[in-house]
C-alpha cells in the first residue's frame, strides 16, 4: 500500500473549516478513497485531527 505525505505551508495561522478533493477527470484509477488531515503550527507536530 502505498501511503504519500503532502504538506501545506499557509505561512501564517488560519481557521479552515473545510478541504475539498477533486478527483481526477479520466477514469477512476488513483482516486484517493480515504485520507486523514493533521494540522501543526510548526510543520512537525500535529495538533489535532481535522477529518
Known amino acids: 500500500m502505498f501511503s504519500p505525505n503532502r504538506s501545506l505551508n499557509l505561512g501564517g495561522t488560519y481557521a479552515i473549516d473545510k478541504v ?12 484517493i478513497t ?16 481535522m477529518i
Open 34 to 49: 480515504g485520507y486523514n488531515v493533521y494540522v501543526s503550527t510548526d510543520g512537525f507536530t500535529p495538533l489535532d485531527e
Open 20 to 31: 475539498a478533493y477533486l478527483p481526477r477527470p479520466s477514469g477512476s484509477n488513483g482516486n
